[in-house]
């Protein structure tokens, strides 16, 4: 008896199928039963949480306060749902990319933000630059979970460096310090943070501090230039603070100097 291209003896027996090739891959993808050791396993640990799922089923919150982070039942569904909104947002990513594949459109926002709160402070629109630093650093930290954290970091800390010099340059350095602790607490070994915790320290009247957040940046870059200037800066400060009626060198000889003409 032949049947698609392919013959049976009278009352042989035969196992293959004859459906559609999609249907044979959709019967060989139905899931095996679970191992019941491995179950028992899981299902020892497991403990199930109560939650609320949004009315488009992307995002999930604690049941009983619908907060996505929620202290009271110890829940924090922040990363969950937004790994979920960014694969509804794109249908056709059937899963996260490799960390090294990089949003080119949002490095680029990140690039152009900040390029155009540096032009506004070298201006002196120290305000202005504020606002382009707030909206670079809002994309920074839209990188996608999947994506490299070095890169968010590099790109975050450089934008709130340069947000801590604009607001040291208005004169909230309190605020200036805040900028400046998130970048050392980003990037521990970039000499540019512990400058500008340093400076903002300065600001404050904090000199001794001041000193001490240079050396700590030190520590990490011995030959900085740019810090080993600033704390030699500090120290002659710190020196005419406790000695008020005996000038430093600098001063004595600053004094001594008649100034350039204009």
Request: net charge negative.
């Amino acid at each position: 008896m032949s049947h698609e291209g392919h013959t049976h003896a009278p009352g042989e027996s035969h196992s293959h199928s004859h459906s559609p090739p999609q249907q044979q891959q959709q019967a060989q993808m139905i899931a095996q039963p679970p191992d019941p050791v491995m179950q028992a396993i899981i299902d020892q640990s497991f403990t199930p949480v109560p939650i609320n799922l949004s009315a488009d089923q992307s995002a999930v919150s604690c049941e009983k306060h619908k907060l996505e982070k929620c202290a009271d039942c110890d829940v924090d569904f922040v990363n969950l749902n937004r790994l979920s909104k960014l694969l509804v947002s794109n249908p056709n990513l059937l899963c996260p990319p490799p960390a090294n594949v990089v949003t080119q459109k949002l490095t680029q926002a990140v690039t152009t933000t900040k390029e155009e709160g540096n032009t506004l402070f070298k201006m002196g629109r120290h305000a202005q630059a504020i606002s382009r630093y707030n909206m670079a650093a809002a994309f920074a930290v839209q990188r996608p979970p999947w994506e490299t954290n070095t890169l968010m970091r590099e790109e975050l800390s450089t934008v709130v460096s340069n947000r801590s010099a604009a607001l040291f340059e208005s004169g909230d350095y309190i605020g200036a310090l805040v900028d400046a602790e998130t970048v050392v607490q980003l990037r521990r070994n970039w000499s540019k943070g512990h400058f500008r915790r340093a400076k903002a320290m300065v600001g404050l009247g904090a000199l001794d501090e001041a000193a001490d957040a240079v050396r700590l940046g030190l520590s990490f870059e011995p030959t900085n230039a740019e810090l080993n200037g600033f704390l030699a800066e500090i120290e002659r400060m710190i020196q005419a603070k406790a000695n008020p009626l005996h000038p430093t060198k600098k001063e004595e000889s600053s004094a001594t100097v008649p100034p350039a003409a204009a």
